[in-house]
Every structure is written in structure tokens, then in C-alpha cells.
């Protein structure tokens, strides 16, 4: 089985010049943990997921560097948490965009999108086609697809 046969065509991305309020947005009325970050040629130049955000609203603490010759702190945040999310909307979504992206084609066979998905910990593998994001394929697209006919 291939990648066109079993991806998801409608893709719910964001563009490369929005912000971080639209990633959530999108999250929260679509019920998605993660999106494809396009260009205006529907090309591939980013990924965002819930984990991406969640590290940059958790807490950050301060970090001791000590080398024989001197110590020095880097401070964690002066934040509170309500103001960390409150600051976060508004930031570039390419600002905390996984730049290098985990991509298959359509012609992708699916053991090699299931052993892709299982070796990376990702959760989705956006589709191309000439170079040009078409599809995405989930764990669960993968497991359903694959056991259907066994079931």
C-alpha cells in the first residue's frame, strides 16, 4: 500500500507568516495536536505541534554553569505562566517551528511511513507530490489502514 491510498488530502496548515495565536486556534477548533507549517506555494517550510508550545509555556528554571574558572546563571523565567501564554499568541509561528521536517511522497510505501513514524516519535508525516504538501498520514491512519482487513 501507498501513501496516496490511505493519507488524509484535506491538510490543516498554517502559513509561515502567521502566529502562534493561529496555531491554537487551529488546534482547538479542528481538535489537532499538531500542523504543517506552508509557504505561498504549498510548500513544506515548518512544523508545529502541542509539544512545541508546551515547552515554551512550561516553566523554565534557572540553570547553574560551573567550569573550573567561573559560575554563571542563566535565569529561567520572569514570567508568570498566565503572562508566558498571554506573550506566546503573539510570536511568529517560525519562531518555534521545527524547521527540518519529516516528509514522505505519495508514492511512499507504508512500512516505510509506519517504520519512519515509529523511528522518529512523530506523530504525522505530511505528504508531497513534486515538492508540494498534498496529504498527511497520522499513527492512527497507519494502524487503521494496516489492520483493517485483518479485523
Same mark, same amino acid.
Given at each position: ?10 491538510? !490543516? ?16 477548533? #479542528?481538535? !489537532? ?14 512544523? !508545529?505541534? %502541542?509539544?512545541?508550545?508546551? *515547552?515554551? !509555556?512550561? =516553566?523554565?528554571? %534557572?540553570?547553574?554553569? %560551573?567550569?573550573?574558572? +567561573? ?9 508568570? +505562566?498566565?503572562? @508566558? ?5 503573539? &510570536? ?5 517551528? @521545527? &524547521? ?17 513514524? $515509529? #523511528?522518529? @516519535?512523530?506523530? =504525522? /508525516?505530511?505528504?508531497?507530490?513534486? $515538492? =508540494? /504538501? ?9 494502524? *487503521? ?7
Amino acid at each position: 500500500m501507498k501513501a496516496y491510498q490511505s493519507m488524509k488530502e484535506t491538510v !490543516i496548515t498554517v502559513n509561515e507568516q502567521d502566529t502562534i495565536r493561529t496555531v491554537v486556534e487551529r488546534f482547538i477548533t #479542528s481538535g !489537532i495536536s499538531g500542523v504543517p507549517v506552508v509557504n505561498g506555494e504549498q510548500e513544506v517550510v515548518g512544523y !508545529i505541534s %502541542d509539544g512545541d508550545i508546551m *515547552r515554551a !509555556i512550561g =516553566k523554565h528554571k %534557572d540553570i547553574i554553569v %560551573d567550569t573550573f574558572l +567561573y559560575v554563571d546563571v542563566v535565569k529561567g523565567d520572569d514570567e508568570n +505562566y498566565e503572562e @508566558r501564554v498571554r506573550h506566546i499568541l503573539t &510570536r511568529p509561528v517560525m519562531d518555534m517551528a @521545527r &524547521r527540518k521536517v519529516v516528509t514522505a511522497t505519495t508514492e511512499t510505501e507504508m512500512e516505510e511511513i509506519a517504520a519512519t513514524l $515509529g #523511528s522518529k @516519535r512523530i506523530k =504525522k /508525516l505530511p505528504i508531497l507530490k513534486d $515538492g =508540494k /504538501l498534498v496529504g498527511i498520514i497520522s499513527r492512527g491512519d497507519v494502524i *487503521r489502514h494496516s489492520f483493517k482487513q485483518f479485523i
